[in-house]
């Protein structure tokens, strides 16, 4: 994906439904000084060009049955159809996240499950995978902070400025 220069109003719009993705073109208008259509063109043109990938609502996993988060690094096996693993893969229900690697692993995926026995029994299936020669997997305990992308301009101080 390309990156854009973006002006003062679309990082005030990338902000505003950042933070409220449910935020009215007319409530974004009146934080960022444009008219409510206005702020529809800008918000069109920022998911045509990809910027904005959709909308949509940030679940409590504990709260929707899926307390047990777990890091699973794989490794295929040599020779194998990557692409058609990494299809597969996708089409598994427990995988949240799925991303290409460099190291020892060629790929770490984010899983929830409803409990450390069916993350077991994912595991046991991921394991018996056609292309999969093996994994490894870190359980969390807790998760102390998940947040949306950061957005380059963002004017946040950082920990070295706290």
């Not at 077991?120 to 056609?130: N, Q």
């Amino acid at each position: 994906m390309a990156t854009y220069d973006f002006d003062d109003v679309d990082r005030a719009i990338l902000a505003t439904l950042r933070e409220d993705g449910r935020a009215s073109h007319a409530e974004v208008a009146k934080r960022v000084g444009l008219s409510a259509p206005a702020v529809g063109e800008r918000v069109k043109k920022l998911v045509q060009r990809g910027v904005i990938r959709g909308f949509h609502a940030t679940l409590a996993p504990d709260a929707v049955g899926l307390p047990v988060a777990a890091f699973v690094a794989l490794a295929p096996t040599p020779g194998s159809d990557v692409r058609d693993l990494v299809a597969r893969l996708g089409r598994l229900r427990e995988i949240e996240e799925l991303h290409s690697v460099a190291g020892t692993y060629s790929y770490l995926a984010k899983v929830r499950t409803a409990s450390p026995t069916a993350l077991d029994e994912f595991l046991d299936d991921l394991t018996m995978m056609d292309g999969v020669e093996r994994t490894e997997t870190t359980m969390v305990l807790r998760t102390n902070l998940e947040r949306p992308a950061l957005l380059p301009f963002d004017d946040a101080p950082t920990p070295d400025d706290a």
